[in-house]
C-alpha cells in the first residue's frame, strides 16, 4: 500500500466532519456502495477517455487556482497535495511537494483521474459532491486503502452560487490539520472572488445597467449582488469590503431609488434571484 505522505485530529465546526453528518445518508451511501461493488483494494484510480476537452473546458478556473497555490506553497509546513475537480470528480490538476506528486503518480491520482463516488466510493471529493459543502475525512472514513492514511479537506469551487468544480487538499493522517483548514479556505475564497470579477455578469451587464442608471460603481457592484439574493457577507467576501461598508451602500441605494427594502428593489427593477 502506497503511502504519498512523510508522517490526533481536531475539526473546527466550520467545517463538516463525516461523524457530524446525517446517518440517514450515511446509511444510503453504504447501499449505493453494495450495488456499485467497487474494488477498496484497487491500486490505481479509474482515469477517464475524454480529459482533454474536459480541462480545456476548466481551464481557466484550474489557471487561476494554480496561481494561488503557487503564491502559498513555499509557506506550506507539510507534505501535501492540492487537488482540484471538475463538478463530476474528474481531476484537472494536481499540485504538492515533489515526493507526494511523484507518489501519487504510482496511483494514476493524476489529471484525469476519477474522484466519483461510482468508481471511489467514499472519500473527501465525492462526499463534498453530495453534500455541496466543505467536508473533513480522515483515515479508515475512505473506503479506498490507498486513502486510509491521509486527512483529506474539500471545498466546492463556486460561480454566482453554482458549483463549478472541487478543491481538495490532502496530507499525512497523523500531522496537525490546523494550518491546512485556513489554508484551503483562503484558496477558495480568492478564486471566488477573481472569477466573479471576471465573470460577463459583473461588469458588462447588471453593473453597467446600474451605472447608467446614476449609481456609483460601488453601488452599481453591490446592487448586482444585492439584487442577485447575496447575503451581505458573501457581498463583502467578493467585493474585498467589511460588513458594513456593504451595509451603508445598501441604505445610500434604498435612499437614491426612494425605496425601503429588498422586496421593493427587485420588483422595481424586474429583476429575480437565481436561487
Keep these: 500500500m502506497s503511502h504519498i505522505f512523510h508522517s490526533p485530529l481536531t475539526v473546527p465546526m466550520k467545517f463538516k466532519s463525516y461523524a457530524a453528518i446525517n446517518e440517514e445518508y450515511k446509511a444510503d451511501w453504504v447501499k449505493e456502495l ?41 509557506y506550506l509546513p507539510y507534505s501535501h497535495l492540492f487537488l482540484f475537480t471538475d463538478i463530476n470528480a474528474v481531476a484537472l490538476n494536481v499540485w504538492g511537494d515533489p515526493y507526494s506528486i511523484e507518489s501519487a503518480k504510482t496511483l494514476d491520482l493524476i489529471p484525469g483521474a476519477s474522484l466519483s463516488f461510482s468508481n471511489t466510493g467514499i472519500n473527501a471529493v465525492s462526499i463534498a459532491m453530495k453534500l455541496n ?4 475525512l480522515n483515515g479508515n472514513e475512505h473506503d479506498l486503502e490507498m486513502f486510509k492514511k491521509w486527512t483529506s479537506i474539500c471545498s ?23 494550518w491546512a483548514i485556513p489554508v484551503l479556505a483562503q484558496i477558495a ?26 449609481f456609483s460603481k460601488r453601488e452599481s457592484e453591490v ?38 427594502n429588498k422586496a421593493e428593489f427587485l420588483l422595481k427593477y424586474h429583476l429575480t434571484s437565481p436561487q
Design 34 to 74: 453494495h450495488e456499485l461493488k467497487i474494488n477498496t483494494n484497487k491500486e490505481k484510480l479509474t482515469i477517464v477517455n475524454d480529459f482533454h476537452s474536459i480541462f480545456l473546458n476548466n481551464r481557466d478556473t484550474a489557471v487561476l487556482i494554480e496561481k494561488e497555490i503557487i503564491s502559498i506553497r513555499e
Design 156 to 178: 466546492p469551487i463556486r460561480q454566482n452560487e453554482n458549483t463549478i468544480g472541487y478543491l481538495n487538499l490532502s496530507f499525512a493522517l497523523f500531522e496537525q490539520n490546523l
Design 223 to 260: 446592487a448586482c449582488l444585492w439584487l442577485q439574493n447575496y447575503s451581505v457577507l458573501k457581498i463583502s467576501v467578493l467585493l474585498d469590503v467589511s460588513e458594513g461598508t456593504v451595509k451603508n451602500v445598501i441604505q445610500k441605494i434604498y435612499k437614491k431609488t426612494g425605496i425601503r
Design 133 to 136: 459543502e466543505m467536508v473533513i
Design 189 to 214: 475564497v480568492q478564486v471566488e472572488r477573481k472569477i466573479f470579477k471576471n465573470s460577463p455578469h459583473f461588469e458588462k451587464k447588471l453593473v453597467v445597467q446600474f451605472i447608467n442608471s446614476g
